[in-house]
């Protein structure tokens, strides 16, 4: 399944991963899937909550805090999700995948993306190399869990 997406969405994750350099950003991908392809029709960058590690901590503890932190692990807050959810509903968008950078690496799902992904949805990766936006991927993990397939992404002029 192709990704369509316009530049300007395309444009607020990349802004959005370069002001969150060196920390990971994310966000959440809404539109239409029809006909083989997802339509993004508007991107909704939310806050990292693993900048509050104490409410994080609650919500998902890490595994090895020590070296996990903002900068390598991101999470979205489960009352933004639901907000955005709700919010979505009501203009007829669905949740079609959700983004996020990886600061000084490569944009390719690490273990701990393929751990906690669902299939079906996209995962829009974006490569931020020292504050600076580079390559972007998607994603989507496979039924069985056991790998993501890279999926194309078209850009769609405005
Ligand atoms: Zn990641």
New binding site residues.
């Given amino acids: 399944m192709t990704l369509r997406i316009d530049e300007a969405s395309l444009k607020t994750i990349r802004d959005h991963g370069g002001r969150e350099y060196p920390s990971e950003c994310c966000g959440i991908l809404l539109g239409h899937a029809d006909g083989g392809q997802k339509v993004v029709r508007e991107v909704v960058p939310l806050r990292n909550l693993r900048h509050d590690p104490q409410r994080a901590e609650e919500l998902l503890p890490l595994a090895d805090p020590g070296r996990e932190s903002e900068r390598n692990r991101f999470l979205i807050d489960p009352r933004e999700q639901l907000r955005v959810e709700k919010d979505a509903r009501a203009r007829q968008l669905d949740v079609l995948g959700y983004y996020?950078s990886?600061p000084d690496h490569p944009a390719q799902?690490?273990r701990?993306?393929q751990e906690h992904a669902w299939p079906w949805y996209s995962y829009v990766?974006l490569s931020v190399e020292q504050g600076t936006a580079r390559d972007l991927n998607s994603w989507v993990l496979a039924e069985d869990r056991s790998h993501f397939d890279r999926q194309s992404v078209e850009v769609d002029e405005l």
Wanted: zero cysteines; a negative charge.
């Fill in positions: 996020h990886h799902p690490s701990y993306d990766i």
